[in-house]
């Protein structure tokens, strides 16, 4: 084989009249690519390949770099032309950080529930997670998953893990919610939205325009969901369990505000039990008929009864809300204690009464919403799947909150036996904290308004109440219009 040798002095040109000739010959050619071949077997294909190659890279990697101002000025155009470079200067940049954060935040949300859930073996036969997210939010208080469920079944299938969805999803809490058929939202908090209690003139002010107008045909807003949007009842039985001090006068007062614009139009109408005469104290204006003693109860309910029927003999198939037939919301305070005292033939009529416009009243055009510190049926009667709604505040066991919320409530996250009690020393900040149940079936995290008793007489002037036949003697003129003094009364509407 040959071996050149770089002693070798090159080949001088010829002498001539003619061109002169290569001093390369075809053969040093050849002899030099089969010294390169040899001599570097891995390292010529390639730098002949790059050699080959660079050519045409370097025609197309020109034309894209003069591609970049054509693109640039198409898009100024198509964005507005120079002004938009004005707009570019004063770009808010922190704006962008967190839009850039808010996408990576969802993208690592939707991570942690694909790795949850085949943690949690809910995967198909190809190992795939049953659901994705339709729609992730996030929140300054934690991140929501909107997820497609085809089945009720499904639901409860998350519900029952929801412990575990909790930990490995790595938040404080969770809690699933149906909104609607078809959809559920799975609630994952690590700070609280409703921490921060608010009165009933800031909540009234934050509804839309022509809200809360007292027509029983669209929704009483009463409290306050965990998305800062009203949270609204239909014109149903309600039941508001809690115990003493846990804002279940917030939620009476707050239902009372919701339909008071219809008082003065002559639609509304407003009856209260109170056998303990102790939240309805000196309230009289706010009502049209009101009771405390067991005879005066009795009367009360046997009159409601009468209004009943007689609405059915000569009304229609559903109710017209009209000055001539007012809708009627009877408001019941210490439900448990109602019948007490009544001898027992009157306690019998009396209860036989109440389950009678229980399941007649509402199509009459009346509403009754009771208010108790336990949920059981031998302390609520039979009455008590009759109520559509529910609302639960702080109770002592969670089967009180599967009692009232309905069963799975507190595997749901509805966890109302671990609200903490409210007293001086957290300045009553969990007082109208709760979960509800509307007529629709929805769960739902809810804080009541707070309503002092000064802007309570406001609203019940306001509402200029014209009396009927009052069953118990009127209150202290000093009560209604200056309003209670008494630091319990103002506690108690917490």
Not at 184 to 200: A, H, T
């Amino acid at each position: 084989m040959y071996e050149p040798s770089i002693s070798r002095p090159p080949t001088p040109p010829r002498q001539g009249s003619g061109p002169s000739e290569p001093s390369v010959t075809v053969a040093d050619a050849a002899r030099f690519m089969e010294h390169m071949w040899t001599s570097f077997t891995w390292a010529f294909p390639l730098y002949f390949g790059l050699a080959f190659a660079a050519q045409p890279s370097f025609a197309l990697g020109f034309a894209a770099v003069l591609s970049v101002p054509v693109w640039a000025v198409l898009v100024l155009y198509r964005l507005g032309g120079p002004s938009t470079l004005d707009a570019l200067k004063s770009l808010d940049r922190q704006r962008v950080l967190s839009l850039v954060q808010h996408g990576l935040q969802i993208r690592h949300a939707r991570h942690l529930w694909g790795r949850a859930l085949t943690r949690l073996q809910l995967v198909d036969e190809n190992g795939r997670p049953l659901t994705f997210p339709s729609d992730v939010k996030v929140t300054p208080y934690g991140i929501t998953y909107r997820v497609p469920v085809a089945r009720e079944s499904d639901v409860r299938l998350y519900e029952d893990r929801a412990g575990s969805l909790r930990r490995l999803l790595r938040v404080r809490e969770l809690s699933i919610v149906s909104p609607h058929p078809g959809v559920m939202d799975v609630i994952c908090r690590n700070s609280d939205p409703l921490e921060d209690g608010f009165s009933i003139e800031q909540f009234r002010a934050s509804l839309p325009a022509g809200a809360n107008s007292g027509e029983v045909k669209k929704p009483a807003y009463v409290a306050r969901g965990e998305d800062g949007q009203p949270i609204g009842l239909g014109f149903g039985h309600t039941l508001v369990i809690g115990n003493t001090g846990s804002g279940k006068g917030s939620a009476l007062w707050a239902l009372y505000a919701a339909y008071a614009a219809g008082i003065p139009r002559g639609t509304v109408e407003f009856w209260g039990i109170d056998p303990k005469n102790a939240e309805l104290k000196g309230m009289d204006a706010a009502f049209q008929r009101i009771a405390t003693e067991p005879e005066q109860i009795a009367e009360l309910l046997d009159a409601l009864e009468e209004e009943r029927q007689a609405r059915q003999r000569r009304g229609g198939r559903s109710f017209v809300q009209s000055p001539q037939d007012p809708a009627i919301v009877l408001l019941v305070d210490e439900f448990a204690t109602m019948f007490t005292g009544m001898e027992a033939k009157t306690a019998k009529q009396a209860q036989a009464i109440y389950a009678s416009i229980m399941t007649k009243g509402r199509s009459a055009g009346i509403m009754v919403a009771a208010f108790a510190q336990q949920p059981q049926k031998e302390i609520l009667g039979p009455t008590r799947s009759l109520y559509a709604q529910r609302m639960c505040l702080r109770v002592d066991t969670a089967l009180e909150t599967d009692l009232v919320l309905g069963t799975g409530a507190v595997e749901a996250g509805a966890l109302c036996h671990k609200i903490d009690t409210a007293d001086e020393s957290n300045d009553y900040y969990t007082a109208g904290l709760g979960w509800m149940v509307t007529d629709g079936g929805r769960l739902a995290r809810v804080r009541f308004p707070y309503t002092s008793d000064e802007v309570l007489n406001h609203i019940v002037n306001a509402s200029s109440v014209s009396s009927g036949p009052a069953i118990r003697r009127p209150a202290r003129a000093e009560e209604l219009m200056g309003g209670s003094t008494d630091t319990d009364d103002e506690q108690s509407r917490r």
